[in-house]
Nanobody
Framework: VQLQASGGGLVQPGGSLRLSCADS????????MGWYRQAPGKTRELVAQ???????NFGNSVKGRFTISRDNAKNTVYLQMNSLKPEDTAVYYC??????????WGQGTQVTVSS
């Protein structure tokens, strides 16, 4: 598996989690890395992206609560999720995009926000 996501789990509303995605492939430092999520019965949506230059982009529903970062030395991208809400419950997928090479997806990690 090229992209290995971890860090999901069960958390109470208002809590925090940090997801990690380790890339065992090549080209991590030039890739745009992203996190997407898919809740049951819904389409997959963008959560956050970070470009190779460090620019970030967030889905409207997570702005101000989630942050994304990357460590090129470790080939890892992180998603820090704070002030979690029940509507954040979903499977979270790591994505890697490199121009002219296309997309790669991780296997997903479940995040459940519930009391």
């Amino acid at each position: 598996v090229q992209l290995q996501a971890s860090g999901g789990g069960l958390v109470q509303p208002g809590g925090s989690l940090r997801l990690s995605c380790a890339d065992s492939g090549s080209g991590f430092s030039i890739a745009t890395m992203g996190w997407y999520r898919q809740a049951p019965g819904k389409t997959r949506e963008l959560v956050a992206q970070i470009t190779s230059g460090g620019s970030t982009n967030f889905g409207n529903s997570v702005k101000g609560r989630f942050t994304i970062s990357r460590d090129n030395a470790k080939n890892t991208v992180y998603l820090q999720m704070n002030s979690l809400k029940p509507e954040d419950t979903a499977v979270y997928y790591c994505n890697k995009w490199i121009n002219l090479r296309g997309n790669a997806w991780g296997q997903g990690t479940q995040v459940t926000v519930s009391s």
